[in-house]
């Protein structure tokens, strides 16, 4: 039933803009946080954004701070994510993963890529030099 759909991916130069988005479904309980990861080729996941449905709060990582922003729309079921100035080493996979917040309102599931619950299938976003 929950279901995650990134899409926005695509060729860019070095110093461009893409805008991600993530389409979410599903959720039907409760609150829970949105994230974006990236995953160049040969390398580890690692997150860039997080977002929670129930107020909108986000983290950004300090690697991307400046760069990138996260956001929504009014309902939470599209999620965004806006690159700006991006370097070849932005080049990779993106994907959106959400979590459930079972127990308080703890991030660090989002912020650490440690249990998220549903992951999308990834979009591809290639920054050329």
């Known amino acids: 039933e929950v279901q995650l759909v990134e899409s926005g991916g695509g060729l860019v130069q070095a110093g461009g803009s893409l805008r991600l988005s993530c389409a979410a479904s599903?959720?039907?309980?409760?609150?829970?946080?949105i994230g974006w990861f990236h995953q160049a080729p040969g390398k580890e996941r690692e997150g860039v954004s997080c977002?929670?449905?129930?107020?909108?709060?986000?983290y950004v990582p300090e690697s991307v701070k400046g760069r990138f922003t996260i956001s929504s729309d009014g309902t939470g079921n599209t999620v965004y994510l806006r690159m700006n100035r991006l370097k070849p080493e932005d080049t990779g996979v993106y994907y959106c993963?959400?979590?459930?917040?079972?127990?308080?309102?703890?991030?660090?599931?989002?912020?650490?890529?440690?249990?998220?619950?549903?992951w999308g299938k990834g979009t591809l976003v290639t920054v050329s030099s």
């Open positions: 599903g959720f039907t309980f409760g609150d829970y946080i």
């Open positions: 993963a959400a979590v459930i917040v079972r127990r308080g309102s703890s991030w660090v599931s989002c912020i650490y890529d440690v249990g998220m619950d549903y």
């Open positions: 977002i929670k449905s129930s107020d909108g709060s986000t």
